[in-house]
T-cell receptor, first 111, second 114 residues
């Protein structure tokens, strides 16, 4: 089983749409969780941390279900600038805090 | 806003040559990392560094690789004898500020081995 699994997409949505990404992770010892976004040939940029109780940052809402080892990201009112690859990233404290990346989900927001 | 910087942005080298990739992490961070991304593939962890020593390394990080923090600001990755398969984007990251395990990435160095 892959360490991180995401639907690769691409998700093609119109501006203003709401889009949801799902992610599962295999290592139940994972302790911190993040969503990063990556534009083509650029560095991953931290979008938000994911807390157990769920958290919101503007148009972005993240949820974590430790029992199911499942993380989600909801983007409301999509903008053209949201087009990127979204990476669900768990981390393990006892391994130097290394981030574990999957292939990510590609989002394309069209006018 | 503080950011991680990396130099050079692009490095072309011949197979068998040594390269040093340089990074300046965010100044109050304590944890430093190198990752790489081969074109079209996922980002892969190479090594983490804390308190002047390696805390974790991946299988990729073999004897050809080394890291160093030669002074209070720079963090370097050295590849002793480059191979064609080392061609990739190399990202430096740092963390351990207010959110300990949040990591911030530099813009990367594109390494091309010919």
């Amino acid at each position: 089983r892959k360490e991180v699994e995401q639907d690769p997409g691409p998700f093609n949505v119109p501006e203003g749409a709401t889009v949801a990404f799902n992610c599962t992770y295999s290592n139940s010892a994972s302790q911190s969780f993040f969503w990063y976004r990556q534009d083509c040939r650029k560095e991953p940029k931290l979008l938000m941390s994911v807390y157990s109780s769920g958290n919101e940052d503007g148009r972005f809402t993240a949820q974590l279900n430790r029992a199911s080892q499942y993380i989600s990201l909801l983007i409301r009112d999509s903008k053209l600038s949201d087009s990127a690859t979204y990476l669900c990233v768990p981390t393990l404290y006892n391994q130097g805090g290394k981030l574990i990346f999957g292939q990510g989900t590609e989002l394309s927001v069209k006018p | 806003e503080p950011e991680v910087t990396q130099t050079p942005s692009h490095q072309v080298t011949q197979m068998g040559q040594e390269v040093i990739l340089r990074c300046v992490p965010i100044s109050n961070h304590l944890y430093f990392y190198w990752y790489r991304q081969i074109l079209g593939q996922k980002v892969e962890f190479l090594v983490s560094f804390y308190n002047n020593e390696i805390s974790e390394k991946s299988e990729i990080f073999d004897d050809q690789f080394s890291v160093e923090r030669p002074d209070g600001s720079n963090f370097t990755l050295k590849i002793r004898s480059t191979k064609l398969e080392d061609s990739a984007m190399y990202f430096c990251a740092s963390g351990g500020g207010t959110g300990r395990y949040e990591q911030y990435f530099g813009p990367g160095t594109r390494l091309t081995v010919t």
